[in-house]
């Protein structure tokens, strides 16, 4: 470790010792149309051979000599621009590239390998787009299980599984906030409004130093700014939700870019509630019931430019989820139930930037991030007796009980965090970048706090209650970190980059080092580029599944929340090649993945109080690994554009004290997983998308014999090796139609129509045991079986959206 | 009425609505389980107080496997180096030992041998320290419906494992209808993780609201089960168990077993008990 350290201030220093004087190149690339900047496009210097990328604000530094200057700017999805000029001095450029035609898209994606990004994956909005989805409702998260390493959890959920890593160790941050949840409508609508969305950049491995925090990946979503030009908006009405965006400048200098998203589900149910709750409407003795769910979101953000060296930025999400059904029946409130659950999550940031000198650009951040859940119901049950106490009994004779009953259980969990952090990105000579920065996060745990009351009227008040209070938990994260990244030679370039990680709860610290590198190799006669990377990740929060309640939720604890529940760290390798072949590109890489003290819940901490014990049920200290291999081929021009994806991958567990120490898989862990998409443009204004998806089914533990009643215990399983069963095959296709017409220069509508799993496959949601019975002609049971029973979710789904835009 | 008259934009959503939730589709499938095959299972228990109680019975195939009787069975029972070769024996019953008191320092060891079976071997287990209550008391008002017991008892250094059973009485007789001589999952389990070597003192709270219409005595008696590892093991494992049994797609928990050949468990406590009356 010492000796990596070492190597790493070797590199750092020398990069000071070779500055040399020169001129500065500095700029900023946007888009033609609305003029918002644009993260991660690429200028190239063809005369002196130098790239560099625009950074997360569109910005770019690019030290050189004096002399002619041929620069090439290109960005995915636009046409390139060429800025031929001789520099004297520190030259200031503003570029604008216009949006490309489709058809024209050759040129633009041969540059793509000029500049070879890390282990950074970017997924292009237009993409995002066009991916079918449930309800028309276009979704990043299953956009996102389209590449390569990335897989879906589970039908309907808004999580994904990078590299055999679970849902909790990827790290989800919207401008700079961390986002706990991702799902509206129990996971089904991913939280993420797509068109509030500019750029999504997604790490698997390679990851740079300013990232932390967790395992397996790194999902980091810039909204849009808003057009600097004129006010711009849309409006899309599908048949659950509904959404709207608006965009403009705000005087001058400043523009905001809003977006609100609404679902419409209880509508038809609307005024039900009151109906069936109120006395004096419902008649007595009907039975009444009622369910209804509905979200909504809004993205707010807001950009303030003083200058081009300086801006800030504002950013703000609240998105809500309220379930509500209620049942009644007898005499009013005498008998009835009602349920709420209400899901908050809310981020709000604010980032700001500054070119401190010609090749000094720094940065600052402050966020806070909430996500609550609150799940309320209660019952009312009314017996009205009265009885003599039997005879003999310690009661007093006088006893005579009315029974009545009333249970109100609630419970409210959440977490929540602030953090702050800086940055300076140092520019001191050619081909180089140097990051350096720091960030800190305080956690905020309420786990669960839950109050469950009953109340019993007897003859004599009886009153009985429980009350857990909750139990709040601290902790704080600390990050200090240095990225280098060096153009060591023409065709060789390396980023390294070092992390230190502190981490306090309850007077515990964790210290930890996260050494990163990556470095490719471009293979001499265009044979492709190779790339290396190896890294090291903290995370230190577990998530513990908390079940009971309407839905599964995660609930956070911190690393030291108990002694022996350490932090969780993961070192991963990979190796790339990666190849233009025009019009297609190809990749393909091998990782390994080793994952040091894991956490492991057993299922019965669901009630997550006093009485589950739940400090006790948590295996720790457990290791993991997968490795696995991955293809992708791209062809992103011309008519017909799509791509394959296909992973082999293998990932398992050990723990001590499970599955007798012996190895098992994880519940996520899939040999095959397959997609392949397709977009054909059948006219300028027409076009089909397809999306096919394989997988290997969920894992499940797989009884192999069971256990009779006996005196000491009723019949029981006996199950063989853990996650040793596994559901059939996955397979689906979705099929989209987007149809858009231009009205005016500014003003188009157009339509989608999808398909959501085209052929009627039936996938298996969930299976389970149930009883069946054989009756015979006296109406008694002849024969008790028990079956497997497979629950499907939307065995064909079609769906409709329109929308204007103007 | 179910349906009420609904304007044309509530109609389009109501079926939309429909349409969504009717997607749900269930069926009954034919899910291959695999059987690993037919397997002895042995469960008892061991203590100074009550002997050798002990149950015998064999594994079935997950689904609807037919559950079929143990035939010739014969225990073979070791006593430190002594073997005792029990009778031949038919059918599954619960079996104890009368009159048999094994001793305290003594290393014991069960296997199952019948019919169609491996033999099944029980690892070897010794008696655990009695643990003596100390004190019981009610605390709560006479004609409470909720009686909260406290009680105590000296916590010996050692790993120490317990259950806790309370039993009521009807007239002169037990009422608690899962009141049983040996420990079992139903009772209050517990270790002494938090209080090893101290002096425990615990309260247990009682609702006889819920059993209000017996003829209830106006007393309680307090069992203390001292357990060895096995036991404890095997009865928190079936409790744990009974929160996720029928939940097969969940992590399982899985009931421990000190036997080889075959499940089951062979474990042993001591017992202490008091009454005390309200």
């Known amino acids: ?806 | 009425m179910l349906f009420e008259p609904m304007n044309p934009f509530k109609q389009i959503i109501f079926g939309t609505f429909c349409l969504l939730t009717s997607c749900q589709t269930i069926e009954t499938v034919d899910f291959p389980l695999p059987y690993e095959g037919r397997k002895g299972v042995l469960t008892g228990f061991l203590s100074a107080e009550h002997g050798l109680i002990v149950h015998v019975g064999a594994t079935r195939p997950p689904l609807n496997g037919k559950e079929d009787t143990l035939k010739n069975i014969q225990f073979v029972f070791k006593e430190g180096e002594q073997k005792l070769i029990s009778p031949t024996y038919q059918g599954e019953k619960l079996w104890q030992t009368i009159g048999f008191r094994p001793k305290p320092a003594e290393k014991y060891q069960l296997t199952l041998i019948a019919d169609g079976i491996s033999s099944v071997t029980s690892a070897t287990v010794q008696l655990p320290q009695r643990v003596e209550l100390t004190q019981v008391k009610v605390l709560s008002a006479t004609d409470s419906l909720v009686k909260t017991l406290n009680y105590r008892f000296q916590d010996p250094v050692e790993d120490n494992f317990y259950a806790l059973q309370v039993l009521q009485y009807y007239q002169d007789s037990l009422l608690t209808e899962s009141a049983t001589i040996y420990p079992s999952a139903y009772h209050l389990l517990f270790d002494d993780k938090n209080s090893a070597g101290q002096f425990v003192q615990q309260n247990y709270r009682v609702d006889l609201a819920y059993s209000k219409g017996y003829k209830l005595a106006n007393r309680f008696k307090i069992q203390l089960f001292s357990l060895n590892k096995f036991a404890y093991s095997f009865l928190k494992s079936l409790s744990d168990a009974s929160f996720v049994e029928g939940e097969i797609f969940i992590e399982p928990v899985k009931i421990f077993s000190n036997m080889t050949g075959g499940y089951g468990c062979l474990g042993t406590y001591a017992v202490s008990e008091m009454e005390v009356r309200f």
């Open chain 1, 1 to 806: 470790m010492l000796k990596k350290q070492l190597l790493f201030c070797i590199i750092l220093c020398s990069n000071w010792l070779c500055a040399q004087s020169g001129i500065v190149l500095q700029g900023i690339v946007q888009a033609q149309n609305g003029l918002e900047p644009l993260i991660g496009a690429i200028i190239y210097d063809s005369l002196n051979q130098k790239t560099t990328l625009t950074n997360e604000y569109g910005h770019f530094t690019l030290p050189t000599e004096v002399g002619w200057k041929q620069l090439k700017i290109t960005y995915l999805g636009y046409e390139p621009l060429y800025v031929l000029f001789q520099a004297q001095a520190d030259t200031f450029l503003k570029c604008s590239l216009r949006e490309a035609n489709e058809l024209k898209m050759v040129e633009i994606q041969s540059n793509h390998f000029e500049k070879v990004t890390g282990g950074r994956l970017e997924l292009p909005i237009a993409q995002l787009n066009a991916v079918p989805s449930i309800g028309g409702e276009k979704d990043l998260i299953k956009a996102l299980t389209i590449l390569p390493g990335v897989a879906a959890g589970e039908e309907g959920s808004a999580s994904i599984l990078v590299r055999g890593g679970s849902s909790d160790q990827n790290l989800f941050i919207i401008d700079g906030a961390q986002v706990y949840n991702t799902g509206h409508l129990f996971g089904f609508v991913s939280l993420f409004n797509a068109d509030a969305i500019k750029k999504v950049d997604l790490y698997k491995n390679a990851f740079p130093a300013r990232y932390g925090g967790r395992l397996s990946s790194i999902l980091d979503v810039h909204c849009k700014e808003g057009s600097k030009e004129r006010i711009q908006g849309k409006f899309d009405l599908g048949l659950i939700n509904s959404k709207m965006s608006l965009e403009g400048p705000i005087g001058p200098k400043s523009t905001f870019s809003a977006a609100v998203r609404t679902a419409y589900l209880d509508l038809f149910s609307l005024g039900k509630e009151k109906k069936v709750l109120t006395p004096g409407i419902r008649d007595v003795g009907e039975n009444q019931s009622f369910m209804g769910y509905t979200f909504a979101d809004a993205n707010f953000k807001i950009a303030h430019a003083w200058n081009e060296q300086n801006k800030i930025f504002i950013n703000f999400y609240l998105g809500k989820d309220l379930y509500r059904s209620a049942t009644a029946h007898g005499p009013i409130g005498e008998n009835n139930n009602t349920t709420h659950y209400i899901l908050t999550n809310l981020t709000a940031s604010s980032r700001a930037y500054h070119r401190l000198h010609k090749n000094v650009f720094a940065q600052w951040y402050t966020a806070y991030s909430q996500n609550r859940h609150q799940f309320n119901t209660l019952t009312k049950e009314y017996q009205v007796t009265e009885t003599a106490p039997p005879a003999g009994t310690w009661l007093p004779p006088s006893y005579q009980f009315k029974l009545a009953m009333e249970s109100d259980y609630s419970s409210v969990g959440s977490s929540q965090n602030m953090s702050a952090g800086a940055r300076v990105d140092l520019t001191p000579y050619q081909q180089a970048v140097t990051r350096i920065g720091i960030d800190a996060i305080h956690h905020f745990y309420a786990p669960n706090q839950y109050r469950f009351q009953v109340q019993g009227w007897f003859d004599s008040t009886l009153n009985s209650s429980l009350y857990s209070p909750t139990q709040r938990l601290q902790a704080t994260e600390l990050g200090v970190y240095c990225e280098q990244e060096i153009q060591l030679s023409k065709s060789v370039e390396a980023h390294i980059g070092l992390r230190l990680s502190h981490f306090r709860a309850l007077s515990r610290h964790y210290t930890n080092l996260e050494p990163r590198y990556w470095m490719s190799y471009r293979l001499p006669h265009t044979s492709g580029v190779l790339s290396l990377s190896v890294a090291k990740m903290q995370q230190y929060q577990h998530a513990l599944i908390k079940g009971g309640e309407l839905v599964d939720r995660v609930v956070w604890m911190p690393s030291g929340a108990l002694e022996r529940l350490v932090p969780q760290s993961a070192w991963q390798y990979a190796i790339g090649w990666r190849k233009s072949l025009k019009p297609i590109e190809i990749s393909v890489e091998l990782f390994y993945k080793k994952l040091h003290n894991m956490s492991w819940f057993s299922p019965e901490i669901r009630g997550l109080n006093p009485y589950n014990d739940w400090q006790n049920r948590i295996f720790t200290e457990g290791q993991g690994w997968s490795y696995g291999l991955e293809w992708l081929v791209l062809r992103k021009v011309g008519r017909l554009q799509g791509s394959f994806a296909y992973t082999w991958s293998r990932s398992d567990r050990q723990f001590a004290h499970l599955n007798n120490g012996q190895p098992f898989p994880f519940l996520y862990d899939r040999r095959h997983n397959a997609t392949l998409t397709a977009r054909y443009e059948l006219s300028p204004r027409l076009k089909i998308n397809a999306l096919w998806t394989l997988a290997n089914g969920k894992r499940y533990n797989l009884p192999v014999a069971r256990v009779g009643n006996s005196p000491f215990q009723e019949s029981y399983s006996v199950y063989g090796s853990i996650n040793s069963g596994q559901y059939p095959l996955y397979h689906r296709l979705d099929l989209s139609l987007n149809w858009e017409c231009s009205l005016s220069k500014h003003r188009f509508w157009g339509w989608s129509a999808n398909l959501y799993n085209a052929y009627f496959r039936k996938n298996v949601y969930y299976m389970y045991i149930a009883q069946t019975y054989e009756y015979d002609n006296q109406g008694q049971i002849a024969v008790q079986k028990e079956v497997m029973r497979q629950v499907s979710l939307f065995p064909i789904l079609p769906s409709f959206n329109i929308f204007y835009a103007f």
